[in-house]
């Protein structure tokens, strides 16, 4: 009964923060694509979903942490947070609703992440940009097994399946270049890439005047780059690619067998598993400062800290994400080593909140 009660009202301040911060987000997307925006019904409905998916990102943890203040505060200025202390409850007993609830929503937004919908800033980009659900890349390039794979065009399908224009693949020996292969067309299906109407080409090791410097094969179709989700080239080819948890995995496997530069993806996982549970931190250490009595304190100022805290910590952690994407950090550094660092400062609030009066 008592989870209920305080779950109750921590949902409630929850649900209207997040309808709130949801809906002025996705009012200044509109307003700055308002010349863009598609004049059919069903691609605008399709706009706003996919919009207020990829606006959760950033207003699912800020509600969470506001809601909890605004929960705390509430209830010490009706006394509610008083009497519940002086019927015997501690204060952890009191905050763990709101860390259980806190903590499942994180969870389901991670494992939101896991699925496509990671991918609705593409969605809505692309609806705006091109009146359709496309996402084409161009200019992908690649290393694979010593090879380096170039894909002019790369078109996703609606069945996970895709399409790409101009492929070439350069085979080097000692850095040069000594053959290549190219098609002009490829289809992916059954985790493989496929390539119509492929040809090899033959660099001669020794160039000579008026001998045969290049020898041309036409192979047919040829099987390469096995495992190469469409999303996972994106991955390989974008500076700050938008990727699903489990896309990135893949690419950090891809990453590990191939020896490439795997901190992009380390610093991309992190940021989307780790990160998020700054939120239930950020709460415990929220709560022990708030007073049991409110005459003990200014409701107004504990508040106003509150708050600037939190969006410290958030856009402090969101910093550093990017620039550990962007490589200029390595994510051990700017995305796990504050993590630890918050883990730590919350535990140590986590054994002596029972201990504070006021």
């Known amino acids: 009964m008592f989870f209920r009660f305080i779950t109750f009202y921590y949902c409630k301040y929850f649900f209207i923060i997040f309808l709130a911060l949801e809906l002025f987000f996705v009012g200044i997307d509109m307003l700055k694509y308002v010349d863009d925006l598609p004049d059919s019904a069903n691609l605008f409905i399709l706009f706003l979903f996919y919009d207020c998916v990829y606006a ?184 700050k690619p938008t990727v699903s948890i489990i896309d990135a995995l893949d690419t950090l496997k891809i990453s590990i067998e191939q020896g490439t530069n795997s901190t992009k993806m380390r610093a991309i996982l992190y940021s989307l598993i780790l990160v998020p549970f700054f939120v239930p931190l950020s709460i415990l250490i929220i709560a022990s400062y708030i007073p049991s009595l409110h005459r003990y304190g200014n409701l107004a100022l504990i508040s106003f800290a509150c708050i600037i805290g939190a969006l410290i910590i958030w856009g402090l952690f969101f910093s550093f994400s990017e620039l550990s994407i962007s490589g200029l950090l390595q994510p051990e550094i700017g995305v796990l080593s504050p993590f630890l660092v918050l883990v730590g400062i919350s535990l140590y609030f986590l054994r002596k909140i029972n201990k504070k009066f006021i």
């Open 56 to 239: 959760m990102s950033y207003t699912l943890p800020i509600s969470l942490i506001l809601s909890s203040i605004m929960f705390l505060v509430t209830f010490l200025k009706s006394n509610q947070l008083t009497a519940l202390l002086a019927l015997g409850f501690s204060r952890i007993s009191i905050i763990a609703p709101i860390l259980f609830v806190a903590t499942f929503i994180t969870c389901l937004h991670i494992l939101l992440n896991c699925t496509p919908f990671a991918y609705a800033k593409e969605s809505a980009e692309s609806i705006v940009n091109n009146k359709a659900v496309l996402n084409v890349r161009q200019d992908a390039l690649l290393k694979f097994d010593n090879k380096y794979i170039f894909m002019g065009k790369i078109f996703p399908l609606d069945d996970g399946s895709a399409h790409a224009e101009n492929i070439k693949i350069f085979e080097l020996e000692n850095k040069q270049l000594h053959s290549y292969y190219v098609a002009k067309s490829a289809f992916f299906s059954h985790d493989i890439w496929r390539l119509e109407n492929a040809s090899f080409l033959r660099i001669a090791k020794e160039l000579e005047l008026g001998k045969l410097a290049l020898e041309r094969t036409d192979l047919g179709e040829l099987e390469v780059l096995k495992g190469f989700r469409p999303k996972v080239l994106d991955t390989f080819s974008q500076d």
